[in-house]
């Protein structure tokens, strides 16, 4: 199989970094849901870690490459990326309050923004490489046509300040319209990647496919399942407080919040190309798993 720049891998050969993956999990997992105190209050970043490093390294057994073995510089751009985005979702947050952190002592404000920060930088890359792994699987290696959207310059910026007015309005009215951030973040960001000659969903879909979102889709459910188990016996750990769907909760999460991480994993596609064009002023070529041939 042939790699993002055209050379020959071996499918099937073991990367050194899915042992170190495996070793960071077998660690960090038990550590942080039986202790001992003070360790089992670290773990987050070592255990997304280590789940970075398995998928990936999985990612190589199958395909014979993945996001980190091009370039590890590019690789390390998802963490950077990561971070100041999420804390974006932690400011709405705070018109929201869908979710609350419980720490097991107190921090100064320094540590508690470097701390979070550091977490925070595990979430593009665990989604991305998720991606990346499901799009070996028969069902996401091909194209998948469905609808064609294709909306004209003036149509592409409709939806993008109907994107931002949804964003606005969930946080004016937490209470009855918080679902729309998750929505309209992306409604916002993508159709600019699109105008800006980005990557963006909306350059797909005009042409019918859809396997993309179907494999964000199941990227962001399956980092959203091991997000909310993880956390379930953790400390630090969130809890949630979400109107209107709070029952039949599948650890902390209740099972109908489980959508919110659909649209979540298009937005971060949607923020990564908006970062990436706006650092580097031509779109990107990088990213693997939007393309079937990967």
Known sequence: MTTRTGAITGIGRVPPHLAIGLALVAVAWPLAWLGPKPFSSY????????????????TVVRAGTSLLSPSRGRFALLFVFSTPLWWLFELANQFLRNWHYHLPRDYSPLAYALLCSIAFSTVMPAVFVTAELWRTFPLFHREIRWLRIAPSRTGLLAIAAVGLVMCVASLAFPKVLFPLIWIGGF?????????????????????????????????GITCGFFWEMWNSRSMPKWTYE????????VFEMPILGYGGYLPFALELYAAYHLFHTVLFHRPDTWLAFDDPRM
């Open 242 to 249: 979400i109107p209107y769907v709070d029952f039949l909760r």
């Open 43 to 58: 773990t987050f970043f070592p255990l997304w870690l280590g789940y970075i490093l398995t998928v990936d390294g999985l």
């Open 187 to 219: 409604l916002a960001i993508d159709p600019v990647n699109r105008l800006t000659g980005g990557g963006s969903i909306a350059a797909q879909v005009a042409r019918g496919r859809w396997d993309t979102v179907l494999v964000l889709f199941a990227a």
